[in-house]
């Protein structure tokens, strides 16, 4: 692909990833209502959030492996389309059982994600891999920001149209499956297939045994453990946060929302901006390197803030070490994987990060309600300092392609 062609394929996988999280924003403000609704319990509530990720950890691998038989393109088109349908099935969900069907449905083509990462693999050079893998942390970004005000604005929109019960929260999630649809139809026109060598070999490795083996490669493995832990600490904090600014600075759900708003913003600025200036200076590792010691910093100074000044500045720190660590790891794993197994890389690193997703909220709730208020901010800035300490031993063998790249177009 020329440079020009690059640019508009990366778009258009920006796009795609941008709905995943967009629609599972949509779903924070409206399925607690909806849920309550229907008779669920606080639990049954926390499951209905918990499933979707547990689906991702269980089949990222299984579409990043297919995606390296069958090519990124017909895998990405095929899970839009079920996307699309699982938000559907969500609009006229009447009962709870259905409701767990929409939502398992809906984290297994969400899954697909490993794919999205594994196409940006395919098109970007080594130097640039990092900042193209920045690509979808800008997307997790903007979905964490217009997800949920775009959930709660359709809502209040179908309530204004028709005020039967229910068709608020189906008229948001209706408006989610046609963005999936009309991007699946873009991509029918305009996305080419990335991958240029198919491999055969892929289908023959086990889930298990490809997570295994990947975690177990020298240099890949740490990392994947540093991309678990980092996941794990900031979905145990986001899980608390709410609980902790409600106690501490009696916020309502509407200023928590402006909260979560600003750290996507942060993260946005981050990662389509500041991490494209400094991988070229500084190279992966040291950006890596920063990243994770900010946002472990953040995340535990939660715990000792006492005013909302310096919330504000944890909050930043924590925002910026995210959007710095994760396109670094992302681009570290994917410099060191074969270019004919990127998908199935991509596929046990999402698993790493949806398996954070699904612990960090129950470790966090656990600790807010039998430890104390801070204690859920103490271990998940433990779990991210532990990832430092990983960084720090591994520093040598990360890849710095970015900066190298850098130093011999000087010479």
């Avoid at 017909?74 to 969500?90: A, M, Q, R």
């Avoid at 493995?221 to 902790?244: D, H, K, N, Q, R």
């Avoid at 992302?330 to 046990?348: C, F, P, R």
Wanted: net charge positive.
């Amino acid at each position: 692909m020329t440079p020009t062609s690059n640019k508009s394929q990366l778009a258009i996988i920006f796009f795609t990833v941008f709905l995943y999280l967009v629609g599972f924003g949509v779903v924070i403000p409206i399925l607690p209502i909806l849920s309550r609704n229907f008779g669920a319990t606080a639990t049954q509530t926390g499951l209905l959030l918990s499933v979707y990720s547990a689906m991702q950890f269980i089949f990222s691998p299984f579409w990043g492996r297919l995606s390296d038989r069958l090519g990124r393109r017909p895998i990405l088109l095929f899970c839009l389309v079920g996307e699309g349908l699982s938000y559907i099935l969500f609009a006229w969900a009447r009962s709870l059982e259905w409701l767990f069907v929409a939502r398992i449905l809906a984290g297994f083509f969400g899954a697909s994600i490993s794919t999205a990462s594994a196409y940006i693999s395919d098109i970007t050079p080594k130097h640039e891999r990092s900042k193209g893998m920045a690509l979808i942390g800008v997307a997790f970004g903007l979905g964490f920001v217009v997800g949920p005000a775009l959930g709660g604005g359709l809502a209040v929109w179908g309530h204004h149209i028709d005020a039967t019960p229910h068709f608020d929260t189906s008229f948001s999630f209706l408006w989610v499956a046609a963005l999936c649809f009309l991007n699946f139809l873009f991509g029918i026109k305009f996305l080419k297939e990335s991958l240029s060598e198919k491999s055969e070999s892929a289908e023959k490795k086990k889930r298990f045994s490809t997570m295994w083996h990947y975690l177990n490669v020298k240099t890949v493995g740490p990392l994947m453990t540093v991309f678990l832990l980092s996941s794990l600490a900031m979905s145990g904090m986001e899980a608390t946060l709410i609980l902790f600014m409600g106690e501490k600075f009696q916020w309502d759900v509407k200023q928590v929302s402006f909260g979560f708003a600003y750290i996507g913003v942060i993260i946005i600025f981050t990662q389509g901006f500041l991490v494209r200036r400094l991988l070229p200076k500084w190279g992966e590792r040291k950006v890596l390197r920063l990243g994770i010691f900010l946002l472990a910093l953040g995340i535990t100074g939660i715990a000792f803030s006492d005013n909302l000044v310096a919330m504000a500045i944890t909050m930043t720190l924590l925002s910026l070490g995210n959007g710095l660590a994760n396109p670094s790891t992302l681009g570290s794993i994917s410099l060191l994987t074969d270019s004919k197994e990127q998908g199935a890389a991509m596929g046990v690193t999402q698993s790493m990060a949806s398996l954070g997703r699904i612990l960090g909220p129950a470790i966090g709730g656990m600790l807010y309600q039998h430890i104390s208020m801070t204690s859920p901010f103490w271990v998940s800035g433990s779990m991210a300092f532990l990832g430092f300490a990983i960084v720090i031993l591994i520093f040598k063998s990360i890849p710095d392609h970015a900066k190298s790249h850098i130093a011999k177009a000087r010479t």
